[in-house]
């Protein structure tokens, strides 16, 4: 019989929350074979699926860096793959690199969609080539290293520090000399970040004295501040912030799903006689002006030729010890990937959330 291939399309576009079974729907069809393919095309199987703060921002009809996913488009992800059949130099059957397979099984795509194979450092495994060694391990070294850009004895606070991309971006800024403050979701993530990753100081931000700890943890007030969360952390490392701090804006996503949003945001205000004015606010947003902040956004492609280079020092700092990583990996195939992002969001991972939608060690079927 021939071989199906599961994938999973956006339904509708959610508002809030994203609904399993609803804001998805899973279809399984026919596979493609190597018969299918054109010159300068990869047939690929999905390993593990990369799951990604961003791709809620994705279901959403708006502006952005990429274009939204489309009703009845299959859902965008990043995947490691197997390469089945290949009528491209880039990588020949048997293979295994990195495509932007989306929530699929089983695919066929161009080239231009398919990073070229790199070789792992001698205690590498699979899943690095979508973690300290992927485009997780590579905004994080970006960020700090072009944006950041921490000095020896420098106080940095990293929000979501338990994460894919924050835990990374704090085990660099140890290696650059930095004092280090994590937040984190949980006492176990705190513990370890402290015990394990090195970081100085590791706050949970569900404790009910989060605002006193954080106050404390940076006496010295806050030099770079990598903002994963956005919200209500924002705002406070504002009011902490030093004299050109530097803030380097990865990602919210603690407001992604939020209906109502926190933090520095655009306000609306109507003044007697019915003048309305409109402008950002927050507790501490000018702060930005009185401490001459530097808050700057980037987005990883920004990087794309400089990816060598950065790849060759993360693998030498994984090699030597200096960068660990934790992974939550989602068994049971491509059919739990709704559910595993809903998880991404209530932060049940700690380090890089990917889902096992094939074993390495399965073989593979035409």
Aim: charged fraction near 25%; aromatic fraction near 8%; include cysteine.
């Amino acid at each position: 019989m021939a071989r199906q291939s599961l994938q999973i399309e956006l339904a509708e576009r959610p508002v809030g929350d994203i609904v399993p079974g609803k804001t998805f729907r899973q279809r399984t069809l026919p596979a493609p074979t190597p018969s299918d393919l054109q010159d300068g095309q990869l047939l690929l199987e999905g390993l593990y699926l990369s799951l990604d703060p961003a791709m809620r921002a994705w279901l959403d009809d708006r502006r952005s860096y990429v274009p939204p996913v489309q009703i009845g488009e299959v859902m965008r992800g990043n995947t490691i793959c197997r390469v089945l059949a290949s009528k491209s130099s880039k990588a020949k059957a048997g293979d295994t690199v990195v495509a932007m397979l989306g929530w699929r099984e089983v695919g066929v795509l161009p080239e231009s969609m398919v990073e070229p194979p790199f070789p792992l450092p001698q205690n590498g495994r699979i899943t690095d080539l979508m973690g300290v060694l992927g485009l997780t391990g590579l905004t994080a070294y970006f960020g700090l290293v072009k944006i950041g850009e921490p000095k020896p004895g420098e106080t940095v606070v990293v929000s979501g520090a338990a994460g894919a991309t924050g835990s990374v971006a704090a085990q660099i800024a140890k290696i650059m000399g930095a004092r280090v403050v994590g937040t984190a979701g949980s006492d176990e993530k705190c513990k370890w970040l402290r015990e394990e990753l090195g970081l100085d100081v590791a706050l949970n931000y569900k404790d009910p004295e989060f605002r006193q700890k954080f106050k404390e943890a940076t006496p010295k007030y806050i030099d770079v501040y990598w903002d994963n969360v956005g919200g209500e952390q924002l705002d406070m490392a504002l009011g902490r912030a030093n004299k050109f701090a530097r803030f380097v804006m990865c990602g919210g996503i603690s407001q992604y799903n939020a209906e109502t949003k926190q933090g520095p945001k655009v306000c609306t205000t109507i003044k007697e006689g019915g003048r309305v004015l409109t402008g950002m606010c927050g507790q501490n947003f000018f702060s930005v002006i009185s401490q001459r902040i530097k808050m700057q956004g980037f987005i990883v492609f920004d990087y794309a030729d400089e990816y060598p280079a950065a790849r060759k020092q993360l693998a030498q700092w994984l090699s030597e010890g200096k960068i660990k990583r934790r992974e939550t990996v989602v068994k049971g195939g491509l059919k739990n990937a709704e559910e595993a992002l809903v998880q991404l969001y209530k932060g049940s991972n700690i380090g890089k959330m990917l889902v096992e939608v094939k074993s390495p060690e399965e073989a593979s079927k035409l």
